[in-house]
């Protein structure tokens, strides 16, 4: 598959998983990172999407109805806000090159949800690589979270690289444990506090940092807890 027919194929459905895609991802790095790239403006695009309805909507909806009373008041506000709606949307599309600045501020999924929805989506590709990451590989990814691992990680490190995570920017690493593949995340935002979560075949952890927090993700059957252990007396402040 040619350059142009990746990324036209991406471009289409940037969650494309099959197999001549994948084969692409797993032998250049720049094609992942015009996928990660693309994946975060799509969850951009998304979020801006998402405007919550009012919850007495469909009330509002029977009583206009049944209501035989004119109200001439209330339906230039209508018209005006329909209006306004359209032209925020119309802002969206002709400002698509800053959707950071124009994103409006919608609740955001738990850490521990789009931790474990990140690692089911992106199982099929982390599966197929290996880039054996060295340790310097790996501070220069968490250098602008300000911190770095002063020694190796306790296990061989098949990937890392930035994604996206939910609205945020995150450090993705993939390593070894006991029972299978161990998935890390770092995220710059700060955990309320630290605890775990499961699923019927992943368990994690959250631990907050220093204005950031790292999740570590496994299978049920893995030990997570000397990993995150090591993890964390490895973690330094970059000096």
């Known amino acids: 598959m040619d350059d142009l027919e990746f990324r036209r194929r991406l471009l289409a459905d940037p969650n494309d998983k099959s197999t001549d895609i994948l084969n692409?991802?797993?032998g250049s790095s720049q094609n992942r990172q015009f996928v990660d790239e693309l994946q975060q403006l799509d969850n951009q695009i998304e979020q801006a999407l998402r405007i919550d309805v009012p919850d007495d909507l469909a009330d509002r909806i029977l009583f206009n109805q049944v209501s035989d009373q004119p109200q001439p008041v209330k339906a230039p506000r209508k018209h005006l806000a329909i209006a306004a709606s359209v032209a925020f949307f119309?802002?969206?599309l002709l400002g698509?090159?800053?959707w950071q600045e124009q994103i409006l501020p919608t609740a955001q999924a738990s850490m521990s949800d789009t931790a474990l929805t990140h690692v089911y989506d992106e199982a099929p590709f982390?599966?197929?690589v290996d880039e054996a990451v060295s340790l310097a590989q790996?501070?220069?990814?968490l250098a602008p979270f300000g911190k770095e691992f002063s020694r190796d990680l306790p296990g061989h490190i098949y990937y890392v690289n930035h994604c996206a995570f939910g609205n945020m920017n995150a450090l993705h690493v993939v390593m070894q444990g006991e029972k299978g593949k161990i998935t890390i995340f770092v995220v710059p935002e700060k955990s309320q506090n630290e605890y775990d979560f499961n699923d019927a075949q992943m368990k994690?952890?959250?631990i907050p940092l220093?204005?950031?927090s790292m999740i570590v993700v496994g299978e049920q059957q893995e030990d997570i807890k000397p990993v995150v252990?090591?993890?964390m007396d490895n973690l330094n402040l970059q000096a």
């Open 24 to 26: 692409a991802l797993e």
């Open 90 to 92: 119309c802002g969206l």
């Open 96 to 98: 698509q090159t800053n």
């Open 126 to 128: 982390v599966n197929l």
């Open 138 to 141: 790996v501070n220069a990814k």
């Open 204 to 206: 994690g952890t959250v």
């Open 210 to 212: 220093q204005k950031a």
């Open 229 to 231: 252990d090591s993890l």
